[in-house]
């Protein structure tokens, strides 16, 4: 069993920067893959971002790439996404999830889910 806690969520102006973390419990963690995906007001939650159990390789969505990074701490048991270069319409709940994917950027692939942190961009 895995438990997920996000945190780093804010109000942030648009251009700016935030760093989400989301810190993990169990056992399994350093084996898993973990991503992030975010839901706006009225739409259905979407991929973000993921990375591999070893974290040699992110995989991002169209929208955030080369603006965001992904990044595990296997020895903290934490992920992080670096969001650079903020948009409005970045702003949503932000959800860490874990498990063995079969396709990164696929919600039902993943197992393990955190109650989410909101992240607010002003124009």
């Known amino acids: 069993q ?14 700016g920067s935030l ?6 419990s169990g056992r399994i963690f350093n084996s898993i893959a973990l991503g992030w995906f ?5 739409k259905e939650r979407e991929f973000v971002a993921a990375i591999g159990w070893n974290g040699e390789s992110g995989y991002y ?10 990044s595990r701490d296997n020895s903290k048991k934490t992920v992080y996404l670096q969001m650079n270069s903020l948009k409005p319409d970045d702003t949503a709940v932000y959800y860490c999830a874990g498990g ?8 039902g692939g993943y197992d393990y889910w ?6 607010t961009v002003s124009s």
């Open 2 to 15: 895995v438990q997920l806690v996000e945190s780093g969520g804010g109000l942030v102006q648009a251009g």
């Open 19 to 24: 760093r989400l973390s989301c810190a993990a």
């Open 38 to 42: 975010r839901q706006a007001p009225g």
């Open 61 to 70: 969505a169209d929208s955030v790439k080369g603006r965001f990074i992904i």
């Open 100 to 107: 063995v994917p079969g396709t990164w950027s696929i919600k």
């Open 114 to 119: 955190g109650k989410g942190t909101l992240v």
